[in-house]
């Protein structure tokens, strides 16, 4: 079947190894942030989100800082497993709401 | 969270044919978008699904092109029309649940994965 993610950058990581994943974001109006993970032959699934307000927040093995200085998002992932396996993209909307923009997107390798 | 369903998960067409894709979710929902990802390319949404009115599409495309309609709260259709193979790609539902406030999470159907011979 059809692939995502053919041409995106990858990240390859060892078991059990952290992952960073990162994104550059576009607008400096940017309120709201979410980090997708999205799976061959599916739709993108809700990892984390964070608001503009925040630097950090952390979820179950993920943690998502946001450095608005420099317009960057990142997605760290502890003790990375074979499931987790797949192409993981940004999103941001505006302040005052709106439809996502989504970012390139990182397909993420884990060897096992 | 919001469960969304597409139908069909995929097709192959041929040139100059059109294709309606339907998306169903569990219950109400405000917003309702249509997303086109490329292969190997992130998402780029084509446009909003308003209940009651048209559309409204983002730079680039055109409601001749992909028309869509959303009858209720829970039910959009988008149609991609006269296809070519630059139209192969996988067409996403998504929703958000309250409203157009700047922290409700978009969920996302399973995609519908279009080739065009």
């Known amino acids: 079947g059809e692939s995502v993610g053919l041409h995106l950058p990858t990240l390859s990581v060892q078991e059990g190894d952290n992952s960073i994943i990162n994104c550059a974001y576009s607008n400096s109006a940017s309120d709201y942030f979410i980090w997708y993970k999205q799976e061959s032959g599916k739709g993108p699934q809700f990892i984390i989100d964070?608001?503009?307000?925040?630097d950090k927040r952390q979820g179950q093995r993920v943690t998502v800082l946001l450095n608005k200085t420099v317009k960057h998002l990142s997605l760290q992932i502890a003790a990375t497993q074979p499931g987790d396996s797949a192409v993981y993209f940004c999103?941001?909307?505006?302040?005052?709401?709106?439809?996502?923009?989504f970012g390139k997107g990182t397909r993420l390798s884990v060897i096992a | 969270s919001a469960v969304i369903s597409q139908k069909p998960s995929r097709d192959i067409c041929q040139r100059g044919t059109s294709l309606t894709i339907q998306c169903q979710v569990d219950?109400?929902?405000?917003?309702m978008f249509w997303y086109r990802q490329q292969p190997g390319q992130s998402l780029t949404l084509i446009a909003t699904a308003n209940q009651g009115s048209e559309a409204t599409y983002e730079s680039g495309f055109v409601i001749d092109k992909f028309p869509i309609s959303r009858p209720n709260l829970t039910f959009s259709t988008l149609t991609v029309s006269n296809m070519s193979p630059e139209d192969s790609s996988i067409y996403l539902c998504?929703?958000?649940?309250?409203?157009?406030?700047?922290?409700?999470?978009?969920?996302f159907g399973p995609g519908t994965r279009l080739t065009v011979l």
């Open positions: 964070i608001r503009s307000n925040m």
């Open positions: 998504s929703v958000a649940r309250t409203g157009w406030s700047s922290t409700d999470t978009q969920y």
């Open positions: 999103a941001e909307r505006l302040l005052g709401g709106g439809p996502l923009v």
């Open positions: 219950s109400q929902v405000t917003m």
